[in-house]
């Protein structure tokens, strides 16, 4: 019986991520709003001083955030998760300057 060649894929760089060069900080504000929703105290630092809740980390993790975000992140103020959110959505959906001035053919 002859053998199938194995194919590996590897299914956490979607076509998306590939050409998204914010992915990764998309994924470490992910996991950091998912850490604000099950620990209100985490909620609460991050919404009072998000950069000092970053820099902290939560439950011994770690969130890695580029000096230009960290940057933006000290100057969100947001009473709820709701607005923090809306703030981070601003950061990653704004496209950088180099994005804006590549020519996108369709």
Known sequence: MTS???MHVNI???PAQL???LSGTKAEFGRL???AIINPRF???LLTNPLSAVDKGYLGESFQFSDKVRKQLSNIQATT???FSSRVLEITETPSLVEMAVP???
Do not use: M, T
């Open 43 to 45: 909620r609460i630092q």
């Open 12 to 14: 956490s760089d979607s």
């Open 19 to 21: 050409n998204d060069p």
């Open 4 to 6: 199938l060649p194995v």
């Open 33 to 35: 709003i998912h850490a």
């Open 81 to 83: 998760l709701e607005e």
């Open 104 to 106: 996108h053919y369709h």
